[in-house]
């Protein structure tokens, strides 16, 4: 037999472990359990540190969010608050009567809404969750550097010095991160494959 | 000596000007003691339009009539009413143009209304800082712009110098520049790093520049041109760029909330290839073939240093041909930066998937291979030296490597009939999963080409274009010498086949964000699936097995039908040659293979990029619309 070329391969990605029990199968992820995204907290952060990995690596992903959960039962405006905040990320399967921010959120997702790019020293992000109101950032500032990086992996709060705790604030208030009971998760993923054509995000 | 660079109008307003951040670098090296300072008129004007426009004029309709008019000259047309002194002049002659034409006037229209204020303002901006010497850089349809903007610092302040140089001063076009505009003092034909620093030393002693190698300057009433080096400038002797105060000035604009700047880096000059094999219509070198690289780990320090100073990891290259070397040093430097560069670079469509890879992992996502067309004998006609097998493995690489390919299909070469175009035409619904053409377009004459150096390649008639009767008031025989694109009696094909071709095209566009065609190897299985999801085929997955897998994936390479069949003998059980001649049929009209007349390649893909259409996720999870989805088959390794 002669020798055939080797397919191009393209490198399984580590996503975290641990919190969001799954199974992958080429570029499909599927989540296990119910993700309770409404909840706040470290489970939370977990699921959204998870959805943003899947993200960054152009998976699809099959969730569906507790139906006890406030992203499912909350009052409508903390519903359209926090689907907006996460919009960028895969959105969660269709259950019968989800509120209809999470229709819509399902609708509206579209990759490269919100990423990150890593440079020497500073970090640039694109933030096109709401086309009307699209942002740049650079953070160069290292304080906020050291805090994007440091919530990339969800991060107890409460363990961040001032300048961590003031950096991470900031970063809530451009809605990059997010933080609810205490834990705080960065919310851009890294873009890991340019969409094509890749100058339009 | 203070000296004022200027870009104007239409610089693209999310880059900088590469002439004027290498001059302005270089006259920091070589003469310290000058003052340089920078006039960015193409930011300018785009502030200037949306304020006076009250925001109704906008960066996108810079960009509309400053890029994509290229080819009917209003850019220009916008600021001649300025040059020739008189707002109605070339409108009649534009309406009638566009109406013949169906050119849509509408945005060049109600930005000429503003231009003279323009012209006014950025006189004084100018004028303001007191220069002794205003230095023009002028590419494509930058000339009028700086025209009427130098004539108008001349009639105010007599004793100004001014100096134009940039790609439209090339050889003739820069003596046609010069002795048609009195006041332009010099014009620097050919590259400035010698001749601008040269020529600052004449004016500072007040003597004739007349050994100044292609200057143009006036003796009394006579224009002089200086007869033209063949030196070119060495690698070592170009400089880095300095966009400082390009970064003020965006930074300071109301224009940078709807632009997204990038870097503009240079890594080398002239072309490789066509040192060897002049592409017949392609005249962007100039008069400056030469290939001249900066060494890779030069390039990446530049490139290293501009994005540290600016913090921008968006960066164009201005190469018209990657030097090769690069793929030793560059490219792997940049990869090993692990930023998330995207960088747009011109190649050859020659390149290995292993270079393509390289490409994509040094963040140059965006290429430009030159492929121009799918026919062998077009191919053969314009000296491209690939094949149409070669370019769709290109361009199938390019959707396994994520990369975004850039390219236009060219007609109307001389010799070509419309046997070349038949099959090709005929085989492009089965590529429609792979990025398609922009468009098919006629080829033009270009100044330098080898079709306008040699008339006897097929192009003896020539004039002009027509564009530039409603952007300069000059005679046609000066026009001849000034302008870069002229008008030619049709060569090649038309009528139907050429309608066809364009049609083909459009289809193959619009059908493009809903296609996949992607191969698929079940693990520890020598059956090959193909899931085929192409807009206008059957939803199937063909089934491969045996020396039919084999022969698909012998064909990713390319390979004519005998190397084939001698890689099928070699395997073992080959098939015979009516059988396999059956198959090449078969499997070509299943849009498996293209057939380019010599040789056969495969069309599936093994990935799938994302496609930038917004990717809805279906309702049951899987991802709806465009892009792969877990059921195309494509797997990701591990």
């Known amino acids: 037999m002669s020798p055939l070329p080797a397919p191009p391969t393209r490198t399984a990605p580590a996503l975290p472990a641990g919190w969001v029990p799954h199974r992958i199968r080429g570029r499909l992820v599927t989540v296990d359990e119910p993700l309770r995204l409404g909840a706040g907290g470290r489970p939370a952060a977990e699921a959204v540190r998870f959805l943003r990995e899947c993200q960054s690596h152009d998976l699809v992903v099959r969730w569906l969010p507790a139906t006890d959960d406030p992203l499912f039962t909350g009052p409508a405006h903390e519903v359209a608050g926090t689907a907006g905040l996460l919009r960028h990320l895969p959105a969660p399967g269709p259950l019968p009567g989800e509120p209809a921010e999470l229709t819509t959120w399902r609708e509206r997702h579209a990759y490269g809404q919100l990423y990150h790019r890593r440079g020497p020293d500073f970090v640039t992000v694109m933030d096109r969750r709401e086309p009307s109101a699209a942002a740049r950032f650079t953070i160069d500032d290292p304080d906020l550097l050291a805090a994007f990086r440091t919530v990339q992996d969800p991060t107890a709060v409460a363990a961040l010095d001032a300048v961590g705790r003031e950096a991470v604030d900031l970063l809530a208030a451009e809605r990059l991160a997010r933080v609810t009971d205490g834990w705080a998760v960065a919310l851009p993923p890294r873009i890991r494959r340019w969409p094509v054509p890749c100058t339009d995000i | 000596m203070r000296i004022h660079l200027v870009t104007m109008p239409w610089q693209p307003i999310e880059l900088p000007s590469l002439q004027v951040g290498l001059l302005h670098a270089l006259l920091d090296r070589t003469r310290p003691d ?469 049609a083909a095209a459009r289809d193959w566009y619009t059908g493009h964000p809903a296609s996949t065609l992607v191969l698929e190897q079940p693990t520890g299985d020598e059956t090959l699936l193909v899931h085929d999801r192409r807009h206008g085929w059957p939803r199937r997955t063909h089934r491969l097995t045996g020396w039919h897998a084999a022969a698909l994936r012998h064909l990713e390479a390319g390979r004519t039908r005998s190397a084939l069949h001698r890689l099928l003998t070699a395997d073992g059980d080959p098939p015979t040659g009516a059988e396999l001649d059956a198959w090449l049929r078969e499997t070509v009209a299943l849009g498996l293979l293209f057939d380019d007349g010599r040789s056969y390649v495969s069309l599936p893909t093994w990935h799938v990029p994302v496609r930038s259409v917004e990717r809805a996720q279906a309702p049951d999870g899987t991802a709806g619309g465009a892009s792969g989805t877990p059921d195309n088959g494509e797997k990701a390794a591990g």
């Not at chain 2, 006076?52 to 890029?67: E, I, N, T, Y």
Request: net charge negative.
């Open chain 2, 34 to 502: 000058d003052e340089v300072r920078e006039f960015h008129g193409s930011l300018r004007w785009a502030e200037f339009l949306l304020e006076r426009s009250k925001g109704a004029l906008r960066p996108g309709d810079h960009v509309a009539v400053g890029s994509e008019s290229i080819f009917d000259g209003l850019g220009d047309w916008v600021f001649s009413g300025v040059l020739y002194n008189d707002p109605e002049w070339g409108v009649a002659q534009l309406k009638e143009y566009a109406a013949r034409r169906g050119t849509d006037i509408s945005t060049a229209t109600a930005m000429r209304v503003h231009a003279a204020e323009f012209i006014e303002e950025s006189a004084d901006a100018i004028l303001d800082e007191a220069p002794d010497v205003v230095g023009f850089t002028t590419t494509f349809m930058q000339n009028v712009s700086s025209l009427a903007l130098a004539a108008e610092l001349k009639r105010r302040r007599p004793g100004l110098t001014v100096v134009f140089g940039g790609s439209n001063c090339d050889g003739p076009m820069g003596h046609a520049l010069h002795r048609n505009h009195r006041f332009v003092d010099h014009v620097v034909r050919g590259e400035g790093e010698y001749a601008l620093p040269a020529l600052l030393t004449h004016i500072d002693a007040g003597t004739a520049p007349a050994d100044v190698p292609g200057l143009c300057w006036w003796d009394g009433q006579e224009s002089r041109a200086n007869e033209e080096s063949r030196r070119t400038v060495a690698p070592a002797d170009i400089p880095s760029p300095d966009y400082d105060l390009w970064q003020q000035a965006v930074d300071a604009s109301p224009v940078a909330e709807y632009v997204h700047p990038k870097l503009v880096v240079e890594g080398a000059r002239g072309c490789w290839w066509g040192e060897k094999h002049h592409c017949t219509f392609c005249g962007l070198n100039g008069s400056a073939m030469t290939f001249r690289a900066k060494p890779g780990n030069r390039l990446w320090d530049e490139v290293d240093r501009l994005v540290r100073r600016h913090r921008i990891l968006d960066i164009v290259t201005v190469d018209n041909i990657i030097d090769m070397a690069y793929f030793k040093d560059f490219l792997p430097l940049a990869a090993e930066s692990r930023w998330d560069l995207r960088m747009h670079y011109e190649v050859k469509s020659n390149l290995t998937a292993e270079q393509l890879e390289l490409l994509a992992r040094a963040g140059s996502v965006h290429i430009q291979p030159g492929i121009e067309s799918l026919s062998n004998r077009a191919l053969d006609l314009m000296d491209k030296g690939v094949s149409g097998s070669r370019n769709i493995r290109t361009l199938r690489e390019c959707e396994n490597h994520s990369l975004t390919c850039s390219w236009n299909y060219l007609y109307g070469f001389p010799g070509e009939t419309d046997q070349d175009y038949a099959s090709v035409i005929d085989q492009m619904p089965a590529l429609v999963h792979l990025q398609p053409p922009g468009g098919a377009h006629r080829i033009q004459l270009e100044r330098f080409s080898p079709n306008f150096a040699n008339p006897a390649l097929g192009f003896p008639q020539r004039r002009p274009a027509e564009m530039y009767r409603h952007v300069y008031d000059l005679p046609e025989d000066q026009l001849a010498d000034l302008v870069y694109l002229f008008d030619t009696p049709p060569a090649g094909i038309g009528g139907g086949t050429e309608a066809r071709l364009k």
